[in-house]
Structure formats: C-alpha cells, structure tokens
C-alpha cells in the first residue's frame, strides 16, 4: 500500500507492507536515524516521535495508521523548538546515552510544550515509559522540573495530549469496516496497536491488511447517557484511549477506578495510544482495565454484519484469551450504568515498578455503606489471578450485610486470595499474587467502608 503522511513538515509517500513499523519507515526509508530502535517492545521510549501531536512509540505504530498524519521526529525537535531544552539538559548533566536522549528529548519536549512549568512528579511521570539503565534520571529532571513542589491543576502530563481520531484512512464508517471484515477475512483490526505490534516480524509480515479503528467515528468519544436502563451513565468508545479516559472530567466524576485504571497502563506513550477496546478485545488476564468493567457492571456493545449485540461484561471473557466476539464482529463501545448513589470505588495494580509494569494482581470494587454501618452493596472483581479477569461473586456475597469494620476486611481478604487460581510465571508466583490479593482487598474494603485514607 502506498500512505501519504508528513514527516517534520515535508509531504512524504511510502510504499510498504500496512503493519511495517513507523521506526523502520523514518529510520531506513527516510534516513531519520536519530530515532533509535531499543528494544522494540514498547518498553524503553528510545523510538518516541510526535504523532498528530502527541508522543508515541514508533515500533508499535503500523504504516497504515500514518495515513492523512503528521510526524515529528528528533531531528526537527531538537534543532528547533527543542534548542534551548537539549542545552538546559546538558547543562545539567541529563545527556548520557545516544540511545535513550534522542526519545527523552521529544518525551520532554512534548510535555514542556504544554506544560512549561512540570513540576519534578510530573516529569518523572510523564518520562516513565523512557527508561535509562545508567540512572541519569536526577540530570533529567533537574533540566526539566521548574519546581518540586505540587503540580499545577491542569498540568496533568496526559491532558496535554493533542486530540486523537483524526479520521484518515480508510474505511471511514463502521458499515465500510464491517463489509471490508466480511469480505476481507485476514483484514486485522487495530486501534493503538500496542499489543497487536508486539509480535515476530514475521507475525506482523503476515497480516494482509490493517483496519485502521481510529479511523471509524462510531467507536471515538465518551458519551453521557440520558435514556435507557443505562441512563445517567456513559458510553465510551472502543477506539477511545487510556489518556482520553484519565483525563476526561466525565469519567474521572463518575467512574474514579476507572480512571485510576487507565493513568497506570504503561507510559504516557502508551495511554497516548492503548485503547479500552484493545485491552477488553486482546483479553489478558492481566488487562487493568478489566476488573474495573467488571465491578462497574459495563455491558459491551459489538457490531456485526448481522447488527448489534449487548453483552454483559461477566459474559464477555470465554476463557484464556478468548472473547465473545464473534468473527468479523467489532467492539464499538462500553456501556456503563451510573455508579449506584452512594458508592464509593476503589482501584490497586501491583506490578514490579510504579509504571510501564504488567500487574501482578490488580483489583477493583465498588462498595456503599448503609446508615446502620453495614455494607449493603459490594462488588469485587480481580484480573492476573486466573485465565480470565473475575468477579468474586462468593466473596461478594459473604461481605453483603456485614459491618464495615476490620474484621470485615480481613475476611474478605481471606475469602479472596481462598477463591482465586493463579499461576507461577515470569512476573510472578501463584503464592505471592494470594498473599498480594489479600492484602490488597483487606486494604480497599477498608477504603470502601471510609476507615482508611488511601
Ligand atoms: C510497553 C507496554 C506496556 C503495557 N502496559 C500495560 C499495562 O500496564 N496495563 C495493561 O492493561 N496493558 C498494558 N499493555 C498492553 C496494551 O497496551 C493494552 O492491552 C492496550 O489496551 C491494547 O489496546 P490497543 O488499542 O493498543 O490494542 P491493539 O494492539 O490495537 O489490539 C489488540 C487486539 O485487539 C483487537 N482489537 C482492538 N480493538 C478492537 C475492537 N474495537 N474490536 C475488535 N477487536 C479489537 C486487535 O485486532 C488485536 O487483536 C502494555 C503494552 C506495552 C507494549
Ligand atoms: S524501541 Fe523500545 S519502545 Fe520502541
Ligand atoms: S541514557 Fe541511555 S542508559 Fe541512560
């Protein structure tokens, strides 16, 4: 296929295979060497360029994506808006490596843009997914935070985040998709490819073609609904990503563990990206936003040459890795019903590091507490403790009525770490994701029923 973009500016065509890496474009199709390819896997942000605005990865950004879009890479940052920043960095000793400086430099450079005054948590977070093994962070943040004191209201680094969905590519609707799946049946979906592209060149060589679901209106924008039995809840998009849903005012009021979920998926290159659709459709158990549906009581809404279908988000993981998607069946958006008065959310991941980490457990749940003291709703869901995210529903019953206390908590945390199955693996043991599970609903029961801060 051949894609028309820009690439700092100058109008570029490039004729390739749909998923051929954005990284393998700029460096050895265009000779923009300065982005530098580390490990290839999302994990280290030495290949960040400015996509529409926004910082990216570009090893997991499939050529198809590019269509109709502007690139910045570190060759036009760097000598232009970027100047003075690289002098601040050397200055303050935050130049070490040629591989890492070239994505800390566009990270921070688009952060700075927006927000010229970060504040040092606000660097540190906003530069997560560009990681250093030399430890040259303190030069970095030195160079860049202009106080260590609390962050400005609006300067949280993922509302910087220009505007997603621009509405290139084709198809352009969701009937146009759903008749190019029908007739197409290698066409692969993607929407930040951030697990779609973290796969064997080969893997990726042998997709025939990409769907671009950024571009199809229908699965775009968080949406209040105001009739039905979901009213008074929201509709969010499939294609919709972690950032548009940490920053967005709707979510962060209504669905706080929501929110909480995305601001921990990876870095700020990946929520810039990663979808909610993509993380319920890709269907790790491990997924953080998972647990949080799941307690929220979504409904998923898929569409496909024979319409739409509603389906519980209980019913929605089949097994490891599976869905209840059907072939040539789209997830186009998640239905969430309005929190129940009177309830308060709660959201934990443990991973290895603060961020950019898969978790190791992560949990999520909703709880109110009645007049009398008692809990009289309480819905707990878990993810990386078995095949599937789950709903407890046995722990959920036992806590129903109970006084909002300690012993409460600590029996919920024993009931729940007794009723899960996890596994030994690289990121962790069966044992410790237990020993993590109750602790952490010990803690968040305790949130739930007021008695703890955090
Ligand atoms: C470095 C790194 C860190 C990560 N950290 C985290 C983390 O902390 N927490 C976490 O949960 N995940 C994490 N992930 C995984 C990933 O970012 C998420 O699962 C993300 O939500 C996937 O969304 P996407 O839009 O990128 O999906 P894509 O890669 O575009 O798609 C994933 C799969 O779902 C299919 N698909 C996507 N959208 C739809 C749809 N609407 N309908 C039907 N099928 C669809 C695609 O065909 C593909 O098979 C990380 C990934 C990387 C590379
Ligand atoms: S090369 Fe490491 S994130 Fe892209
Ligand atoms: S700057 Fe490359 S390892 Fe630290």
Not at 146 to 154: I, K, L, Q, R
Not at 155 to 176: C, I, Q, S, V
Not at 293 to 320: M, Q
Not at 334 to 342: H, I, N, V
Request: charged share 25%; proline share 7%; glycine share 12%.
């Amino acid at each position: 296929m051949k894609v028309r973009f820009t690439v700092n500016g100058e109008a570029v065509a490039v004729e390739g295979h749909p998923f051929e890496r954005l990284l393998d474009v700029v460096r050895e199709r265009l000779g923009a060497t300065g982005t530098k390819e580390g490990c290839g896997e999302g994990e280290c942000g030495a290949c960040t360029v400015v996509l529409d605005g926004r910082p990216v990865l570009s090893c997991l950004v499939p050529l198809a994506q590019c269509a109709g879009r502007a690139v910045e890479t570190v060759e036009a940052i760097a000598a232009g808006p970027a100047r003075d920043l690289v002098e601040r960095l050397v200055e303050a000793g935050g130049v070490q490596c040629g591989a890492c400086t070239p994505g800390i430099v566009v990270t921070a450079w688009a952060l700075l843009r927006d927000n010229p005054s970060a504040s040092r948590e606000q660097v540190r977070e906003a530069l997560a997914g560009n990681l250093c093994r030399c430890t040259g962070y303190e030069g970095i943040v030195r160079a860049l935070a202009t106080d260590g004191g609390e962050p400005p209201a609006a300067a949280d680094p993922a509302a910087t985040a220009a505007p997603a969905h621009p509405g290139n590519g084709a198809p352009r609707t969701l009937d146009e998709a759903l008749r190019r799946l029908a007739a197409e049946p290698g066409l692969r979906p993607v929407a930040g490819g951030t697990d779609l592209m973290v796969c064997e060149p080969e893997d990726r060589a042998g997709m025939p073609g990409a769907l671009d679901l950024f571009a199809l209106p229908e699965l775009a924008g968080i949406r209040e609904l105001t009739e039905g039995e979901h009213a008074g809840g929201l509709e969010i998009g499939a294609a919709v990503t972690f950032t548009e849903i940490r920053r967005s005012p709707l979510v962060r009021a209504r669905y706080p563990a929501l929110a909480a979920a995305a601001a921990v998926v990876g870095g700020w290159q990946i929520q810039n990206r990663a979808t909610i659709g993509g993380n319920a459709a890709n269907a790790s158990p491990a997924g953080d936003s998972l647990p949080v549906l799941l307690a929220l009581d979504a409904e998923v809404v898929a569409v496909g040459a024979d319409g739409e279908r509603r389906i519980p988000y209980r019913e929605f993981h089949t097994g490891y890795r599976r869905t209840a998607l059907r072939p040539g069946e789209l997830l186009t958006a998640f239905r969430l019903p309005p929190p129940p008065p009177g309830s308060r959310q709660a959201f934990r991941k443990v991973g290895t590091r603060a961020a950019q980490a898969i978790s190791k457990v992560v949990v999520a749940a909703l709880g109110r507490v009645d007049e009398g003291g008692r809990f009289d709703l309480f819905r707990l869901a878990a993810g990386s403790v078995a095949p599937t995210p789950v709903r407890l529903g046995a722990v959920e019953a036992a806590i129903a009525g109970r006084p909002a206390d300690e012993a409460t908590a600590a029996l919920a945390g024993r009931l729940a770490a007794g009723s899960v199955t996890p596994i030994d693996d690289v990121r962790s043991t069966a044992d410790y994701r237990r020993f993590a599970l109750e602790r952490v609903v010990r803690r968040m029961v305790l949130d739930l029923a007021g008695t703890a801060s955090s």
